[in-house]
T-cell receptor, first 115, second 111 residues
Framework: DAGVIQSPRHEVTEMGQEVTLRCKPI?????LFWYRQTMMRGLELLIY????????DSGMPEDRFSAKMPNASFSTLKIQPSEPRDSAVYFC?????????????FGQGTRLTVV | GDSVTQMEGPVTLSEEAFLTINCTYT??????LFWYVQYPGEGLQLLLK?????DKGSNKGFEATYRKETTSFHLEKGSVQVSDSAVYFC??????????FGSGTRLSIRP
């Protein structure tokens, strides 16, 4: 398997524009996570899905952020409108959950810069 | 709610020194515990894990023991190398299958 695939790897956009980050989880995995990493706040869990259903979105910072998982092989994280403080590396991870025996596999991340 | 606390970095050591990075957790139930490593420009990779009390996870010379009585999962290595320079994250997987990470500890090893 190719692992978790994220696109784009880098995104530079102007403030106010819509940004869509994409993730393809590992085939057969049933959980998907979106994280944001910054120097100031470290690695923050934004939202996670189990069997394509959002389970916990309490980490989503504002209504400007939304995430979808229309099927088991694809998820998006959208920011609309984007702001400079959204600049960060966004990671997608997937896992196959067996009770608490679970391991998250991470993508390479998308480095977002909002100017 | 569930949380993970790990020692703040950066940690700077000389090659062949002994390494300890402390990690404690708060969780309901019996979580699984993990250490992940992040090399520059890359995503996180699983380093080791333990799924129940007193289990010891080990990989690449790193070890950590799941201590329920002290709610800890400290990472240790007897002799570090320059190639171990990275950011290390402690994490737990809760009964809700949610994976929560600590803030990360940056480790730098001097030749």
């Amino acid at each position: 398997d190719a692992g978790v695939i994220q696109s784009p790897r880098h995104e530079v956009t102007e403030m106010g524009q819509e940004v869509t980050l994409r993730c393809k989880p590992i085939s057969g995995h049933n959980s998907l996570f979106w994280y944001r990493q910054t120097m100031m706040r470290g690695l923050e869990l934004l939202i996670y899905f189990n069997n394509n259903v959002p389970i916990d979105d309490s980490g989503m910072p504002e209504d400007r952020f939304s995430a979808k998982m229309p099927n088991a092989s694809f998820s998006t994280l959208k920011i609309q409108p984007s702001e400079p403080r959204d600049s960060a590396v966004y990671f997608c991870a997937s896992s196959l959950v067996h009770g608490v025996d679970t391991e998250a596999f991470f993508g390479q991340g998308t480095r977002l810069t909002v100017v | 709610g569930d949380s993970v606390t790990q020692m703040e970095g950066p940690v700077t050591l000389s090659e062949e020194a002994f390494l300890t990075i402390n990690c404690t957790y708060t969780a309901t139930g019996y979580p699984s515990l993990f250490w992940y490593v992040q090399y520059p420009g890359e995503g996180l990779q699983l380093l080791l894990k333990a799924t129940k009390a007193d289990d010891k996870g080990s990989n690449k010379g790193f070890e950590a023991t799941y201590r329920k009585e002290t709610t800890s999962f400290h990472l240790e290595k007897g002799s570090v190398q320059v190639s171990d320079s990275a950011v290390y994250f402690c994490a737990l997987a809760s009964s809700a299958s949610k994976i929560i990470f600590g803030s990360g500890t940056r480790l730098s090893i001097r030749p």
